[in-house]
């Protein structure tokens, strides 16, 4: 009995030992898989482009549905799908990329709202004009509202709020910035 007690603790103790080695050769085979899919993209080999960012994809999902990397293979298959008109295939794995944020990082993560804007640029090029549009906001003029703070950690805020804010987009009494 003793004998048999003593396996099952070293069993698990070697277990326990070589999950930091399963868990970083994960993290190595999805980084490869999601430089060799990036490179392919930009190259314009979208076959291999697929076939990488998918494989990245199965190695983000054993780190969890919540996990970021998870959320970027997702986003990156869908640009793919996207580029090459497929935008029934790209369209749930938009999604889905949003989904993964909003649980990793809560709604009003700047990760979110790329997601949003990478399905709302879908809706767009599908010409799905009302699904395109952001949801409306608790301003009482109507006015587009950032769920976020706009800025970074460093505390500059990002270089796309300030050319929004630099436009000549009309603001909430008509005049222009």
């Known amino acids: 009995m003793t004998i048999r007690r003593t ?9 326990l030992a ?4 399963h868990t970083s050769a994960q993290q190595g085979a999805w980084e490869r898989h999601m430089r060799a899919g990036e490179a392919a993209y930009q190259q314009g080999d979208y076959a291999e482009a697929v076939n990488q960012t998918k494989a990245s994809l199965k190695a983000a999902e054993a780190f969890g549905s919540d996990d970021p990397r998870l959320a970027t ?6 640009v793919i799908c996207e580029a090459q008109g497929w935008y029934g295939e790209a369209e749930p794995l938009f999604q889905r990329s949003l989904v993964t944020r909003e649980m990793a990082f809560g709604p009003e993560h700047l990760d979110v709202a790329a997601s949003l804007n990478n399905l709302a ?6 010409g799905k004009y009302a699904e395109a549009k952001p949801p409306p906001t608790s301003a009482p003029c109507g006015s587009w509202k950032r769920p976020w703070t706009g800025t970074s950690e ?8 300030r050319n929004l804010a630099a436009s000549d987009r009309p603001r909430c009494g008509g005049e222009t910035a």
């Open 154 to 161: 460093c505390g500059h805020e990002p270089r796309e709020l």
């Open 121 to 126: 640029s879908l809706y767009r090029a599908q």
């Open 7 to 15: 396996s099952r603790v070293l069993a698990v103790l070697v277990c």
């Open 73 to 78: 293979s997702l986003n990156n298959l869908a």
């Open 18 to 21: 070589l999950w930091p080695v």
